[in-house]
């Protein structure tokens, strides 16, 4: 197993998925579980959502690799500029590595420099430049790379440095959701900042919303803080598991985004696109984003209480929607990991280190059996590591 | 537009495309085509190919984009592996640019080298180190690239020089298909050579089958000269029109590519890897190469009887399955667009710099009106063109 998929390379983590449906999904074993990994992301009106899927179809009977694109890609490049705030236009791609690197590109295409200030931590997608592990990388595919502390201005500053004036572009998340680590909600006063030095020296704000976006907010996810963009990577949740990534941006940013060459075989994919603009238009008529936030809050009080009532120091971080589950003084993760497996024998399927997400789909009833089968392996725990 | 849909923009190529089957497409305009670009390489079996969508549709039923991947991902990697003979492992993508970026990564880590060899003017994707036009890629993306010329072992030779001992992998295409130019065969000599060299410095060869793949084949385009390979990137036409890329290598770099973190969103997609099963499948038990070379045989008779006959310097190259027409003294491309122009509006979709793809679904009624439409637009041209 590869990638992000070998996070799941642990004991009691079923590796092969047979089937999905809404909230629910099953093991090739026959195992039934609330979903509140959501396919690391992509999945948020649900499996399989009706909506979704029938306009996927009514797409694919007319065709969907083409020799061009179909008329489907403009009205979904107009949906996302009337969704998103900072959006003058948009590209469409595969993967979330797709867009930032692009957004990278056009920022280097756009201001004539090279360095791109990052995060220490961040990941940004999985292309040499970004990957999390070194392997095979060179120090070329990084050198043009400098590295920041997430929610530290007086970082990013130093960083820069006396490679103010080279900086193309800053990219940082919405919030900090390093795997492995506690997540970390952004400090407003770090945003502006970061968006007046962007704006001092002359380089392109990069707001990564690929894992995040649209889960937060209907637009870019700093949108409620008031904090302008240049340019935002889109992947996961735009399509509700189709494969669509999108790259969105202002006008001062137009004409660099259009001459940089860019492409794939299968990024003018129609029913990919189809499926976006559905899940787009569905996100906003269900309010669907407020749904996931109250679900979110509903799963966050119930987890405390029951680490609470079985004696577990719990640390319990991130958006409601996107919740991270760490244990205290677990740095080898081992009270995560024997709580993920107690947690998927009661058929919840949460993973120990790497945040969660909660989609749309979640009723009342999934919810319950979420909380019930969470509180029944915080109990199981105990009993494996009884209290001193 | 971007990407290698720009090189659409050009008069008179229809920019978006309504809908397709088999053989033909129809544009925005309503206006019906014989298919020669077979959506950019990969429509192999035809739109909408019924066997193929039943296999998507069925899987889709199920589950696509899941928290782990579905079952479908064995049977598929098995499939590749008894496919393709240089194959004893497969990995899975979306775009083109994953794969032969992954080839180039495996290899590094395979032999702790840094530096790959790519002949001058080929198209091996569109990320920073390999996208033909430079706007916003900095030198770093570039540093690790040698040079040399398709079949000219001694530029190899050449261009390793001193860095020998640092070459990580010479990546080549199975014949030389720069779009632009006229395409050239693979001298068997030169693969046998740079197979031995490969084996002389310690490097890993890496066959791009991205565009040729399956078309030329039943497995890698380089088994019918006997010639094994190390790495081979595969797209396009691998799953007929859905978003599927794949790695498959051989033993000795098993380990290597276990150990790189390569990963995106979508890339455990069901649906896709059914369709992939479900082509590779069909193309062997269609004999679809046989069909596709026999169908470009007719073709270039064809074409090549229709410029004789009106007077035309062509230059048509190629394999049968993957021509490309150009004129001779056309270095601004001028009579190529036009002819381009005349095909179009006689209902035959080929580009004026691409080489074309032939699919195995053309009947003899889509032969003849391919071939009636490109014999009238010769004679357009010519009278556009008189002779001196």
């Known amino acids: 197993m590869y990638g992000h998929q070998n996070m799941n390379a642990l004991p009691a983590i079923p590796q092969y998925i047979a089937r999905s449906r809404g909230a629910r999904l099953w093991d090739v074993d026959g195992n039934e579980y609330v979903d509140l990994m ?3 992301g992509p999945v948020i009106l649900g499996h399989g959502d009706p909506v979704v899927e029938e306009a996927a179809e009514r797409q694919r009977r007319q065709g969907d690799c083409l020799n061009g694109p179909a008329p489907i890609m403009v009205e979904l490049a107009e949906a996302m500029v009337a969704t998103v705030a900072d959006a003058d236009w948009a590209m469409f791609a595969k993967n ?4 930032t690197t692009m957004c990278c590109t056009i ?10 200030l990052v995060a220490e931590g961040a990941y940004h997608g999985a292309a040499p430049w970004c990957t999390p592990f070194p392997a095979g990388v060179t120090a070329a595919d990084r050198a043009n790379l400098l590295q920041f502390q997430f929610n530290d201005i007086a970082s990013i500053r130093a960083a820069a440095g006396e490679h103010a004036d080279d900086v193309a572009a800053i990219i940082v998340s919405p919030f900090r959701h390093d795997a492995g680590f506690d997540s970390e909600l952004v400090d407003p006063t770090f945003a502006k900042d970061v968006r007046a030095y962007c704006d001092e020296i002359g380089a392109a704000l990069i707001l990564d919303d690929v894992r995040a976006g649209f ?3 209907d637009g870019g996810s700093w949108e409620p803080l008031g904090v302008q963009v240049d340019l935002t990577p889109w992947s996961k949740s735009i399509a509700n598991g189709y494969a669509l990534a ?23 994919g129609a029913v990919d696109m189809a499926a976006g ?49 760490l244990f205290a003084n677990d740095s080898d993760y081992a009270l995560s990991v024997a709580f993920t497996a107690e947690a998927q024998a009661r058929g919840v399927y949460v993973h120990p280190k790497h945040n969660w997400f909660v989609s749309a789909a979640m009723t009342d009833a999934d919810l319950d059996m979420a909380l019930t089968g969470l509180d029944g392996a915080f109990g199981a725990l105990r009993a494996r590591y009884p209290q001193p």
């Open 246 to 268: 999108a790259v969105t941006g202002t006008d001062r940013y137009r004409d660099a985004a259009g001459g940089i060459f860019v492409t794939g075989s299968f990024w003018m």
């Open 96 to 99: 979330g590595t797709d867009a």
């Open 277 to 325: 603009l559905a899940t787009i238009t569905e996100l906003a008529s269900r309010d669907a984003v407020s749904r996931m936030r109250d679900l979110g809050q509903q799963l966050r009080t119930g987890i405390l209480g029951g680490a609470t009532r079985w004696g577990f120091d719990v640390h319990y971080t991130g958006p409601a929607q996107m919740p991270n589950l």
């Open 107 to 116: 920022a280097r295409a756009a201001t004539g420099r090279k360095m791109i």
């Open 38 to 40: 959501c396919s690391w």
């Open 215 to 217: 889960r937060l907010h």
